[in-house]
């Protein structure tokens, strides 16, 4: 059955571990509530609260060794619940969906990354998804000892306990960008390249630029 076209607009933000995603989504949450458009902003894996469960075994160090396959089911387990209960409702809704991650870093990490087959992962982004397709995707492209850097420096201060990723090698982290880089030459329309190095004003006003045409249907249909 196909789905609804849905009436919202749905935005993910993607790139390596530290690259500066959920810094971006803040920024243009933000900008949003300046437009007075209503907005969700999310995460992956997690977002619902059986999300957030799957997150924890996914991001823990405890969780180190774990199989691709194992690794690939979960984050799929997780974006089926966010999709079905959070994501397709809220853009039924009308509303803007800023969600920090989503099916381009499972081909990015679990493919690209791991190994994983591609054609796999599609198909079962299909089953798990029914298909849903970003809008526009936001990969914020940076060298990995750059990002590497950010994100240890951050989880240090914030004592955070999701650090399996970024204990991974560098050459892993570059056939991770690699992979975002090739999804970017496959839907250019859909997936923006962003150069991630940047300050996070200058990133933000490319993520705005390229945002703004979309945008700009819904404030037509909201009363200011
Ligand atoms: N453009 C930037 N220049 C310099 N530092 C930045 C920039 N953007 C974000 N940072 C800093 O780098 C760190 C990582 O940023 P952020 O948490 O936004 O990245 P992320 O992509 O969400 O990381 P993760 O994948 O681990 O969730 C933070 O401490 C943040 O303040
Ligand atoms: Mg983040």
Redesign the pocket.
């Known amino acids: 059955m196909p789905a609804r076209r849905p009436r919202g607009l749905f935005f993910t ?1 993607e ?12 920024l243009l949450a933000r900008y949003l509530r300046r437009l007075r458009l209503p907005f969700l902003l999310t ?1 992956e894996p997690g977002g619902t609260e059986l999300g957030e469960r799957i997150r924890k075994i996914l991001l823990s160090g405890a969780s180190t060794g774990m199989e691709p396959r194992t690794e690939l089911l979960l984050m799929f387990a997780s974006r089926a619940e966010h999709v079905a209960r959070v994501i397709r409702p809220a853009l039924e809704a009308g509303r803007v969906v800023l969600c ?2 989503f099916t381009d870093a499972s081909l990015a990490y679990q493919g690209y990354g791991r190994g994983l087959d591609l054609a796999f992962i599609r198909q079962l982004h299909l089953f798990a998804c029914q298909g849903l397709k970003p809008h526009l995707t936001f990969v ?1 492209d940076i060298n990995p000892r750059t ?1 590497l850097r ?2 240890r ?3 240090t ?1 914030a004592r955070r306990e ?1 650090g399996r ?2 204990r991974e090698t560098l050459a892993f982290y570059r056939r991770v960008r690699r992979g975002y880089r090739a999804l970017a030459r496959l839907e250019p329309r859909r997936v923006k390249l962003i150069r ?5 004003a ?2 933000h006003q490319k993520v705005v630029a390229h945002a703004r045409r979309l945008l700009a249907r819904l404030t037509r249909q909201v009363p200011r």
């Open positions: 933000c790139g390596i571990d530290g690259c500066g995603k959920t810094t971006q989504l803040n995460r920090d991650r914020l990002s950010r994100a420096r951050r989880n201060t999701e990723f970024e991630g190095e940047d300050s996070p200058v990133v």
